[in-house]
Every structure is written in structure tokens, then in C-alpha cells.
């Protein structure tokens, strides 16, 4: 009986790799296609003389665009061509806490034909001008927040955990990883965060059987949440937040997103997984960079600040009683680690 569950595990298993297979190829095809298409609209919209349109359009017969649509799916590192600059600078700029995208200059300064490196930061300036129009609620103080102090080796979620006066005021939280969290430039209260939409994990029983399950990608932020994040090695309480989904992320701007981030999706991705090995990070990657795979963008829109929650916490990690005898000091996550992310405790 327990062979032919492990057969028909793995008959399973077979079947997702030949999908998954399936997906890479068909996307492959329709990014080809799509890239095809948009070479001919920049040409169509391109001013030019009728002398530079023949010649334009002989080119075109001639010499279809094969190196370009094998260099951008070779993954990871695609061939250098005209405006790999641009992506390459775009990826910089989407990096937290930098808001450089804001500015229309960068925007005025991208040359057409609108290559990859333009289709990512016109997506990212979109999701900004998004943000940009919901509400700020009333309450949010216009003073610079203070930090929250906590000394090595604790982390956030044991100091929020283990203090009387902190605790009390939590029903629902949420850490925001500094890697994966994204800010709105003109209002930066508001943001959106990334998660996998997909994630793989070990059955229990049957080590080498590993299933897809869809994630609940909002999770308990359905409701208004407390919120605190990570800056520069330095905890923050953001304030009341409730999310929403946006738009997936699409291969373009997963391109553009900096490797540390790319490899923390690819890791939350693969959390519930054992036997983990450096092939299996690669060949995730890979289905994220041809949209086999998705990352889910969520909004954070501001609906309140407790005042009472951020004097809490302040005063707290001042005093320093929650450091009380009988801790255990944790050895495998310090207090500067920026990529936690985790949901709320409930009050005593």
C-alpha cells in the first residue's frame, strides 16, 4: 500500500513538472510574439522619412529578431544589448527606501524604441501614481518617527511577544521584510509589499514527494493591521494598514527587481520544501523569469496611527523589562534581520 502511494506521488509529481514544462514553453512563445508586436508599434509611432521607412521595413523582413527574443529568456544572465543600462539603473531605483523613480526626468530621458529596461519602471511609476490618490487618514503624525530600540540578539517578535503593555494593545500584526516592502514616493504611507503566489512544500510523510499549494497571500491583513518595518537596521511602527491585492508582477519587473530580493522570494517560495539544493533555487528562478511562476503585489493603504501603540513601544524598549529572566537567547534570527515577515499575536 505504501509503494503505491509513493507511485502515485511521484506519477503526481511528473505530471506538475510536464505543466510547469508546458507553461515555460507557451510563455516563451507569447513573450516572443508580444516583443514581435511592440518592434512594430515603436516603428509605426517613430517619426521618420519615408527613405528611413523603406529601409526600416527591408531590415525588418530581412533580419528577424531571433537574438533578441533568445537573449532575453537567457536566464540568469542574459546577453548585453542596447539598453540593458536602462534595466540595469531601474533595478537600482527599486530598491527600498529609494524613491528616485518619482522624478519625470527619468522618465523624459528613456530613448524609444522602448526596450525591457522601459517597460518595468513605466509598471513601478504606475503602481506609485496608484498609491498616490488613496486617503491619508487624519491621525498620522507629522513629526519623524523614532526608532524602536532592541538590543542583539532579540528580535521584534519577541519583544512584541513577551511585553505586558505592548502585547495588550496587539490583536493582529505584521512585520514588514525591508527586501521585499516598497514605499509610495509621494505619499509614503502608503506602499505595497511582494509574496509568492505559489509555494512549494515536502509532504510529511513522503520526503522526496514535494506539492504547489496557492498562497493566501493577504493572510490576516484582510482586516486593519498593526504594522512595523525595518529600516537601515532599525525598527519602526508604520501604523494601521489594510491591504489589497494589485497586479501580479510581471517578468519584466521581476528582471528589474536587485538580487537580494529576487533570491528572498525565491527562498519564501520555497520555505515548506526540504532537501533543498542550489539546482532547485536556480530552476525556481528560472519559472519566475518566464511567468510560470508569480509574485503577488499587495497594497498597504494607511487607514489609522495609534498613538497609544507607537508611545507603547517606544517606552518599552526604553525600559527594557521585557528582558526578563528565563529568555532563551535565540541563535538563528537577530533583531537586524530585515526579511522577516510573520502575522499577528494575540492579547493575554
Not at 526600416?56 to 542596447?82: K, L, N
Request: glycine share 6%.
Amino acid at each position: 500500500m505504501e509503494r503505491m502511494r509513493v507511485a502515485e506521488v511521484i506519477a503526481a509529481r511528473d505530471t506538475v513538472v510536464e505543466r510547469l514544462e508546458d507553461a515555460y514553453i507557451s510563455v516563451r512563445q507569447k513573450s516572443a510574439t508580444i516583443d514581435r508586436l511592440q518592434r512594430e508599434l515603436d516603428d509605426l509611432r517613430r517619426p521618420s522619412t519615408p527613405a528611413t521607412s523603406v529601409a526600416r521595413d527591408d531590415d525588418s523582413s530581412t533580419q528577424p529578431p531571433v537574438q533578441d527574443i533568445a537573449t532575453s529568456f537567457d536566464i540568469p544572465q542574459p546577453a548585453p544589448r542596447e539598453g540593458d543600462g536602462n534595466c540595469q539603473n531601474t533595478s537600482a531605483q527599486v530598491l527600498p527606501w529609494q524613491v528616485p523613480l518619482s522624478r519625470e526626468s527619468d522618465v523624459q530621458n528613456i530613448t524609444e524604441p522602448l526596450l525591457l529596461g522601459d517597460g518595468p519602471e513605466k509598471l513601478i511609476l504606475a503602481r506609485q501614481a496608484f498609491l498616490a490618490t488613496l486617503p491619508l487618514p487624519a491621525d498620522i503624525p507629522d513629526d519623524a518617527l523614532n526608532p524602536i530600540v532592541i538590543p542583539q540578539p532579540y528580535t521584534l517578535h519577541e519583544f512584541l511577544g513577551n511585553t505586558s503593555g505592548v502585547s495588550a494593545l496587539l490583536s493582529n500584526y505584521r512585520v514588514l521584510g525591508q527586501l521585499t516592502t516598497y514605499w509610495c514616493p509621494e505619499r509614503e504611507e502608503h506602499g505595497y509589499l511582494l509574496t509568492p503566489v505559489f509555494k512549494c512544500s515536502t509532504n510529511p510523510r513522503v520526503t522526496t514527494a514535494h506539492r504547489w499549494t496557492v498562497a493566501d497571500v493577504i493572510g490576516t491583513m484582510d482586516r486593519p493591521t498593526e504594522c512595523f518595518y525595518n529600516k537601515d537596521g532599525k525598527w519602526y511602527y508604520a501604523g494601521v494598514y489594510k491591504a489589497f491585492r494589485m497586479d501580479d508582477l510581471t517578468t519584466e519587473e521581476w528582471e528589474a527587481l536587485s538580487i537580494e530580493t529576487t533570491q528572498t522570494l525565491i527562498k519564501e517560495t520555497l520555505a515548506g520544501r526540504k532537501n533543498l539544493s542550489p539546482q532547485n533555487l536556480y530552476e525556481t528562478g528560472q519559472l519566475y523569469a518566464v511567468g510560470a511562476l508569480r509574485v503577488a503585489c499587495i497594497g498597504l493603504q494607511c487607514v489609522g496611527f495609534s498613538s497609544a501603540m507607537y508611545r507603547a513601544v517606544l517606552e518599552q524598549a526604553a525600559l527594557g523589562k521585557w528582558r526578563g529572566i528565563g529568555w532563551s537567547v535565540p541563535t538563528t534570527i537577530s533583531s537586524s534581520d530585515t526579511t522577516i515577515e510573520g502575522d499577528g499575536i494575540s492579547g493575554p
